[in-house]
């Protein structure tokens, strides 16, 4: 018997590359998704950076610091900082961060994983 539309946490499993980015998600793996992603060597999963990328919302990206070096960060159509003391608390997680524009942050994370660097990405969704 059909149940309906069923709603699940998004994540897909595997490491794969940002094929587009734009009108407010990503395209990915033959998938799409809307809204924003955390890009992790556990995979890829919907991500809600409310109301801020901090270490409550970077959760997932602390507990996987061991498999992590560098986590790109891209912060919607803008630039912002990472809060000094978020960076500080990555860092001493063994993880490099660098904050830019969401664009910026697919392509350059596209460019470490070819490399097969371990790299992760926590990524605002742009319109």
């Known amino acids: 018997m059909a149940r309906g539309i069923e709603v699940r946490d998004a994540h897909f499993p595997g490491r794969a590359p940002i094929d587009a980015y734009g009108n407010g998600g ?3 793996a033959e998938m799409s998704h809307r809204g924003s992603l955390l890009c992790l060597p ?10 801020a990328i901090d270490r409550e ?9 061991d ?10 159509d803008d630039f912002v900082m990472l809060d000094p003391e978020l960076a500080a608390a990555l860092r001493e997680a063994g993880i490099v961060a660098e904050a ?3 664009g910026a942050a697919v392509r350059t994370y596209n460019v470490l994983l070819a490399e097969n660097r371990a790299v992760a990405a926590a990524l605002v969704a742009v319109d």
């Open 26 to 28: 990503f395209r990915f």
């Open 42 to 51: 556990s995979g890829i999963h919907g991500w809600e950076p409310v109301p």
């Open 57 to 65: 919302t970077l959760a997932a990206v602390f507990a996987e610091a």
């Open 67 to 76: 498999a992590i070096d560098v986590l790109m960060v891209g912060t919607g």
């Open 100 to 102: 830019m524009a969401t």
